[in-house]
């Protein structure tokens, strides 16, 4: 398969929006706020890039299934285990694509209570987008591509290479 993005290229941009969330929540602790399965590589790599105390916590939604089409359904698989009340939200997913997962989600953590929501996501495909959402940190802006690795699967597979890939090319 034809590499997109490759682990350094990964690493170094991973770093900076480390540094970058640094800077923007100094004085803070912001709370992490993983999209699994997915976001999970994403997630444990930021998190040692940001030099803050901070907090994680994991949910799981549903999304693509076996078919690389969205199917706009989305659905609560696993809840956060810690409340959101008061604190300093930061929604880590691997990609935003139509947006709707996102957006389904920030409307649901909002009832929560947090003192603030941000997202970061390392893909955005915004080329597919149906809903307008903000995404405050991207890692990198793609092509209409079904991609693979670094925490992205087809049919569950793909999810350890080290880099990001083109599924079929
Ligand atoms: P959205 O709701 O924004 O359309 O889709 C979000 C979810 O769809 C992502 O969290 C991810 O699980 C899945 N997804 C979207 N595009 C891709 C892609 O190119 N590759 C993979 N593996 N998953 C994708």
Redesign the pocket.
Known sequence: MKVLLSRDEIQARVREMGQQITRDYAGREPHLVC?L???CTFLTDLAREIDLPLSLDYMA?S??GAA?K?S?E?RMLKDLDQSLEGRDVLIV????????????LLNLLRTRGPRSMKVASL?S?PS???VEIPVDYVGFT?DD????GYG???NEK?RNLPHIAV?GA
């Open positions: 999209v399965k997915g976001g939604v999304s693509y690389t969205s706009g989305v997913e691997d990609i935003v694509d139509t947006g709707l997962t996102l957006n389904y893909l495909k597919r987008r149906l793609i591509l079904f991609v693979v992205l699967d087809y793909f599924y």
